[in-house]
């Protein structure tokens, strides 16, 4: 059974740093398309950033391009969000997924097979 286990979602105040990761058990994600999806009170679910196998093609959500950095530990089975200048717009429930099918590519639109719990970031004076 594949597991994705987040952690480091938290309150933060406008202009501060965040880091959230996911660790996998029960598949290796070596190979495997993974991202972060976000979803804010009274929103629609969007994806935020991706990473394919072997890191070869990373994609951005436009409002967080330049501020976020995925990252990827495929020895350590996980994958991290880096969110730097963090705004109250970012306020939402991450969660970071894996796609089943192994691609050199990825996508925000695409549809993903595994799902984290979700972790609640708070970006609030």
């Known amino acids: 059974q594949v597991r994705l286990v987040q952690s480091g979602g938290e309150l933060v105040q406008p202009g501060g740093s965040l880091r959230l990761s996911c660790q996998a058990s029960g598949l290796d994600l070596k190979y495997h398309p993974i991202g972060w999806f976000r979803q804010a009170p009274g929103r629609e679910r969007e994806g935020v950033a991706c990473?394919?196998?072997?890191?070869?093609?990373?994609q951005y959500e436009e409002s967080v391009r330049s501020r976020f950095t995925i990252s990827r530990d495929d020895s350590a089975n996980s994958v991290y969000l880096e969110m730097n200048s963090l705004r109250p717009e970012d306020t939402a429930v991450y969660y970071c997924?894996?796609?089943?099918?192994?691609?050199?590519?990825?996508?925000?639109?695409?549809?993903?097979?595994?799902w984290g719990q979700g972790t609640q970031v708070t970006i609030s004076s």
């Open positions: 990473i394919s196998g072997s890191e070869l093609y990373i």
């Open positions: 997924v894996v796609k089943e099918k192994l691609s050199v590519y990825c996508g925000l639109e695409d549809e993903y097979d595994y």
